[in-house]
């Protein structure tokens, strides 16, 4: 579908739109990051994957994590009980909204990717407090065939002193009813989740997973069933690249995934999973020139889904 030369051609090509953007700094462990970093990784449903550019390089893969928390919320949940607590809805304010608690049904979060709905989509998964954190570090380290992940100390140390806001919008869903129980340590469980280390071969074996239904292409197992992975990847089409989720689908007509750390996963049913990470963010949060490889990929390879 693409040569090893051309995407190593796109990456260069595409190096100018990282000076777009700027690395997010509100957890101050991520302002170290290197906002020339630029890398992708394709993984098709055969399991034949190709990198270009720094797609070994690892950073925090923040937001992204919300799509496992939310497929291993649908695995222990009934979907009807777990949207009484959460929308599937789109919304027109920032990742970590505390105004976007809707009024009316006791103040859901208006969808699992925003962090609210993620913190609330987390409290919904089995096992409590011994059990959640390894349930989804479980499932993570199936949909990327990687068992080694682990969490960068520093970046979860940070958010863990800075992360008023998160606990702000816990504490409120607390009050509301919509989550229970200790709210320190859910917190504790989802900023640990959040700096979990990726790669873009991490990303694309993820993406390519939910891609082909569940059915991970390079180990062959069945990490999630193929009507959550539908569900995962509607939620990813409206919502998953905060407020650029429109535009962004006009562009490329892919499912997608962001993070403050400056990773994108995109997953195209019946095609594969592009994983891509620059950690120079534009003015929406995501990825600069992770939004233009993208973009560029989606037309040269004819990814849109629509
Ligand atoms: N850990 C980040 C936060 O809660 C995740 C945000 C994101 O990547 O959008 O603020």
Redesign the pocket.
């Known amino acids: 579908m693409i040569t090893q030369q051309r995407l190593e051609e796109l990456v260069n090509e595409c190096a100018f739109a990282t000076k777009q953007g700027k690395v997010a700094s509100y957890?101050p462990k991520l302002a170290e990051a290197d906002p020339q970093q630029l890398g992708v990784y394709w993984m098709d449903l055969e399991g034949n994957g190709m990198g270009a550019g720094e797609w070994e390089k690892r950073v925090t893969v923040?937001?992204i994590v919300k799509v496992a928390i939310f497929l291993q919320a649908l695995a222990d949940c009934p979907l009807d009980e777990l949207t009484r607590r959460i929308s599937l809805n789109a919304t027109a304010e920032t990742?970590?909204s505390i105004v976007d608690l809707e009024v009316k049904n006791h103040h859901r979060p208006l969808n699992p990717y925003i962090?609210s709905g993620a913190i609330a989509s987390l409290y919904m998964v089995s096992g409590g407090p011994e059990g959640r954190l390894q349930r989804v570090m479980d499932l993570l380290g199936k949909l990327t065939a990687n068992d080694a992940l682990s969490i960068d100390e520093q970046v979860y140390v940070s958010?863990k002193q800075t992360?008023h806001r998160?606990r702000a919008i816990a504490y409120f869903m607390k009050s509301t009813q919509i989550i229970d129980g200790d709210v320190e340590q859910l917190l504790d469980e989802y900023?640990r989740l959040?700096s979990v280390k990726v790669n873009c071969r991490d990303l694309a074996i993820m993406a390519a997973t939910l891609a082909n239904g569940g059915k991970n292409p390079v180990t062959g197992v069945c990490c999630a069933r193929k009507s959550h992975c539908k569900t995962a990847m509607a939620v990813m089409v409206s919502c998953g690249m905060y407020g650029q989720s429109g535009e962004f689908l006009v562009r490329t007509g892919m499912p997608a995934k962001s993070?403050?750390?400056g990773g994108i996963m995109a997953a195209i049913p019946g095609k594969g999973g592009l994983g891509v990470v620059g950690p120079a963010l534009n003015e929406t949060?995501n990825s600069a020139g992770g939004i233009e490889l993208l973009s560029r990929l989606s037309d040269e390879m004819d990814l849109s889904i629509l």
């Open positions: 957890i923040q937001s990742f970590n962090n958010e992360g998160n900023f959040c993070g403050v750390g949060g």
